[in-house]
C-alpha cells in the first residue's frame, strides 16, 4: 500500500460570464445594490493600482457599461488619491450603475478618439465581460496608439478584446502589465491567446458569495508528509515501458523524473535490444527485460507496482499498450499512444480498465479526439468524458479534465518548457503521484503545477535533463 494519501490543494475557482452575473444577481438579491457592488470593485482596483505604480499621470479610458462604470470610480479614487487624472469616454453611460458612477466624476470627461493625448498610466475600462463583438477597427487603433504611449496598461476585469469564457482576442486587446478582476478569475486570464495580455493579474473580493465552479486554476500543492515508518515500496513503485534501441531517452526522462518526484522505486521495462543503451545511462532506475506485451502485463500485475507509464518514444507496440491496460492498475498514456490509437478514441476508451491519465500536446490530442469544437477548456472536458479518464491537454495554458466534469488550468509554468522530452518528464512526475495514491485528476494537475515550477526554477537555457534535478527544491518549498 502507498503512504497515507497525499493531498493535494489550493484549487481556486474561474468563473464565466454567466456565472459572474449569477453571483452578482445573488447579491443583489441579498440586498446589496449594483452600484456598491461597483463602488467596492472601483475601489479596490484604485488601491492595487496604487500598491502597483507610483503616482503618474493617468489616463482613463470609460466603456459604455459596467466595464467603464468602474473606471469613473476608479478615476475618482486616484484624483482623490492625488493623481493627476484624465478620463476619455467612448460614449455615454448606457446602464443606470454606470451614470450614477460617472456622475460622481466631476472632472472632465474628454472624448475617446484619434486626437486623445497618451499618458503615463493607461487605465482600460472599455469592456469587461459584456464584451460581445471585436472592437471597430478605429477604436483598436486608438487604443494600440496609447496603450504604445504609456509606460503602464492596466486592465480593468479584463483586457478589452479578449472574449471571457474561451479566451479568444476578439480584436488585438491592449498588453497588459496588470489586470484588476473581481470575485473570482475568468477563463480568459488563463487561456491563450487572451492571457498573454493580462500581465499580473490581481482578484479583488467584492463581497460576493463564494464561487463554486466545475473549473479551477491549479494552486501550489501539498502533499502529506512521508510516514516515518515508510519504505521504498509505500512511497510508490512506478513501471515505465521503454522504447527500441535507437530511441532510448524519452522513457529514461520519464523514470528519472518517477524518482524525483518521490517514487521509492522506479523500473525500467526496456525491449532486450535496448538493455545496453539503458544501462550505460541508468543507475538508480531499476532496468529490467520485457519484450512481450505479456511481460509488461506481468510486471505491472506485481503486487507492488503502482503504476505505469507507456507511451513515450514506445514506437510501434499497440499490444503492450493494450496488455498494459488491462491490468486495470493506473497508467499515464503519452505521446505515441496516441499516434497507435489515431481516430480510435473509442477503442482506447474500451481498452482503459482502471485509473488513467492521458497527456498529448495540441497535435496528438486532435490524432485521437478529432476536432472537437467549443473552448480549450470544451474540448478537453468532452476528450475526457468520451475516454472515460483524466486528459491534460499540454500547453502554454495546460487543461486538465476528468470524466466527472472537474476541469483545471495550470498556469503556473514557464516557456522555457517548450523544449523536447519536456512532456516525457511530465508524464514520469504523474506517473509517481499515481503510484503514490493520488485520484488521476489531482495527480495531473499537482504534476503539471510541479513541472511547471521546476520550468521557472530553469529559467533560460532548460533542457528536459535538467528538469528531474529541479525537483527536489521544488518539492522542499511545498511545505
Ligand atoms: N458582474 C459583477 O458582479 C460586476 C461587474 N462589474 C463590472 O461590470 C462589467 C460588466 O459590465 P457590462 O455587463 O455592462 O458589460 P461591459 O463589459 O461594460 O460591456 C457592455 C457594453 O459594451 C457594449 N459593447 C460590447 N461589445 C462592444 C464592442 N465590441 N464595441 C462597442 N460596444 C460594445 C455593449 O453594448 P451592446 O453589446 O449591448 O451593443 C454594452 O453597452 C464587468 O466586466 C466589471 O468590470 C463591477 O462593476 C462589479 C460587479
Ligand atoms: N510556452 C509554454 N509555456 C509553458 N509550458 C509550455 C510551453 N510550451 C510547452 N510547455 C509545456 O512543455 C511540455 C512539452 O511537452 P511535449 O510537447 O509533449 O514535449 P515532448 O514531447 O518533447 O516531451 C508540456 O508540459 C507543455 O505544457
Ligand atoms: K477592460
Redesign the pocket.
Known sequence: MPDSSPLTGGHRPIVT?AE??A??AA?IAQGVS?FE??A???HAAARAIIAYAAPADTLVLC????????GY?IALALAEAGWPVRVAA??PS??D??RQAAEGWTGPVETLDKATAPASLLVD????????????GR?SAILARLGEGAGTRVA???P??VA?DDGAC??PPLACDLCI???AAKPAHYLHPAAAHVGRLVIAP?G?APAHSDLTVIGKPRFAALDADTHKYRRGHVLVVGGPAHATGAARLAALAAQRAGAGYVTLLSPSAALAANAAQLTGVVLAEADTPRDIAKALAEPRAGALVIGPALGPERHKVIAALEVGKPVVLDADVFTLFANDAAGLAKLIAGPAVLTPHDGEFVRLFGDLPGSKVERVCAAAARIGAVVLLKGPDTVIAAPDGRAAINAHASSALATAGSGDVLAGIIGALLARGLDPFEAACAGAWLHGDAGQRGGAGLIAEDLPGLLPAVLADLA
Open positions: 460570464a459572474m452575473r453571483l452578482e447579491a449594483e457592488l461597483m467596492r470593485a472601483g466603456g459604455p457599461g459596467n466595464n467603464g462604470g468602474d470610480v467612448l460614449a448606457g446602464t450603475t454606470a475600462a472599455l469592456f469587461g465581460i459584456g464584451l460581445t463583438r471585436p472592437l471597430d477604436l480593468i476585469d479584463l478589452s478584446g471571457t476578439l480584436s478582476s473581481f470575485g467584492i460576493l
